[in-house]
């Protein structure tokens, strides 16, 4: 009970904050735009470049680490469009914008502050090396498995080019390249400049927690319950379980196993509505499954964080 109260609780009540002044309009919802937006395309940018220009990357990036994640993650991405087309019938193209929900976990808004809340800001590294690679991996594979579905008889040079667009326009992808280009230069920080990012840094995670909350108000959970359930049972809780699995088989340090599975049992990230958005395909159930499985999460994280060593 003291980890729900002491590390959960008060993250979801920042979120719960922005959910309230939205719903009771204490807050417009074009603002909740705005702070999202400078959130996800200045705030974080920031962090994860000055975390990753920082980046000890000879102890960040363990390859047991990644393959644990990243094979949990394609598997649930595997299971959730197959489930979706075998159980529920759908098309492929709304079955892969299923699948791409149970593969984008909310590793930045909810994985990064439970995680520093829960075992201090020094236990971030694995965090961060998953980051690293999430939006890369998770939108190539994605728009991939789509633009295959879609069969538009494109070549493939027109399918790279697409994935490509839709990765690097992508302000998270620009702020982790730029900080993988200081950290391999060797070049330090100005001071003043490092300062200056500290600043808005500061601001990232409590700003996004905020929007995440006056986001959720806007999408109502309609409908396709079957198909919102199976998204957060494997988003969820198999998900983690497999990095759980994997990351006790290779002999995980405890600090990258504890990053692995919290990050992985986080509920669906916003960007499943955004690709659900792109494409138009299942975009009630994208939008309902990141509310439902974001309320749910606070049970489930308990949990984990309960079991974990």
């Known amino acids: 009970m003291q980890t729900l109260l002491d590390v959960i609780l008060p993250v979801f009540l920042v979120i719960g904050f922005g959910y309230v002044s939205v719903w009771r309009g204490y807050f417009p919802v074009a603002g909740i735009d705005g702070v999202m937006r400078f959130a996800q395309s200045f705030?974080?940018?920031?962090?994860?470049?000055?975390?990753?220009?920082?980046?000890?990357?000879?102890a960040s990036f363990d390859p047991r680490l990644l393959v644990s994640f990243y094979t949990g993650a394609a598997i649930c991405f595997a299971l959730g469009t197959i489930g979706a087309r075998v159980f529920f019938k759908r098309d492929w193209e709304d079955c892969v914008a299923i699948g791409f929900c149970c593969l984008f976990s909310n590793s930045i808004l909810l994985?990064?502050?439970?995680?520093?809340?829960a075992y201090g800001p020094d236990a971030l590294t694995g965090n961060f090396a998953i980051v690293a690679f999430h939006s890369p991996f998770c939108y190539g594979l994605g728009i991939t498995v789509m633009e295959f579905v879609r069969n538009r008889g494109q070549t493939g040079f027109a399918l790279a080019r697409n994935i490509s667009n839709a990765m690097f326009h992508n302000p998270?992808?620009?702020?982790?390249?730029?900080?993988?280009?200081?950290?391999?230069?060797?070049?330090?920080?100005?001071?003043?400049?490092?300062?200056?990012?500290?600043?808005?840094?500061?601001?990232?995670?409590?700003?996004?927690?905020?929007?995440?909350?006056?986001?959720?108000?806007?999408?109502?959970?309609?409908?396709?319950?079957?198909?919102?359930?199976?998204?957060?049972v494997l988003a969820l809780l198999v998900h983690p379980l497999i990095v759980w699995a994997m990351g006790s088989s290779f002999g995980l340090p405890q600090d990258l196993f504890r990053s692995g599975v919290l990050t992985a049992a986080m509920a669906p990230g916003f960007n499943a509505y955004i690709f659900a958005n792109m494409y138009g395909r299942a975009r009630r159930v994208a939008a309902s499954s990141v509310l439902i499985a974001t309320g749910a999460s606070v049970l489930?994280?308990?949990?984990?964080?309960?079991?974990?060593?």
């Open 172 to 232: 998270l992808v620009l702020g982790i390249l730029a900080g993988f280009a200081v950290n391999f230069s060797g070049f330090a920080i100005p001071g003043v400049v490092d300062d200056a990012l500290s600043l808005i840094v500061r601001a990232a995670l409590p700003a996004a927690l905020f929007a995440l909350g006056g986001v959720l108000i806007q999408y109502k959970p309609e409908g396709d319950f079957k198909a919102i359930a199976m998204v957060c």
């Open 111 to 117: 994985g990064l502050p439970i995680t520093e809340r």
């Open 300 to 309: 489930t994280a308990w949990m984990w964080l309960s079991v974990l060593p």
């Open 43 to 58: 705030a974080i940018p920031c962090l994860l470049f000055q975390s990753i220009a920082k980046l000890d990357l000879s």
